[in-house]
């Protein structure tokens, strides 16, 4: 009699487990509409960016991965930058500024000398407005805006990031790019361009060579 106590009692335990298995509630994620304003602002358009951070919410297959873009636009300086002589101050960014200590100018533009020896070139572009680079060729950029958005799964990662690859990018996707997101990859505005759809999605990160990678 007792065993059978025992049996029936380890029966009961095990289908009270089941039930409880059966009856675990399953969990819906529901996420804010996109704006109007953010969708006017990134809808559709193409943007050089730097990955400034990576958020994680949930864990395996549930993992859910956010990414922190700035967007950022070569530097530009009005025509009036052409009058620029010794000893006049440029600014490329809050904080740093250089005092030109030589100035050449040539058909493109001009150069200048800081007080270091650095140097930068001046080059004239269609519309009569300046850009500039170092004389190692690094481009100067500016912060535009930052903006935290989604990595949905079904992003397209194009990898043109092999020096050796010159005809076209490597279709890769979701897992390829978290991967390099995760190892702290360089992603910065001379090497990363995202575009998103007309409603505000990041739908595409490319990913190109450059010798600062």
Known sequence: MKKLTTVLCAM?????????CAEIPTSNLFIPAVSETFKALVGGKSFEVRVDGKTCSGEDEDARYTITLTVCEEIRYGADIADLKVNDII???PGNAVMAMEVTSDEFGFSIKDGSNEGYIFTKAEDGCYTVRTETDNILYTDVFTITVPLEKDISFLDWSDPENLEAPVKKGYEELLDLLLEDTNFAPYNTRV???EYGKLVEFLYTYSPWN
């Open 12 to 20: 009961l335990i095990a289908c009270l487990a089941v039930s409880a």
């Open 91 to 93: 600014a490329f960014a």
């Open 195 to 197: 575009t998103f759809d």
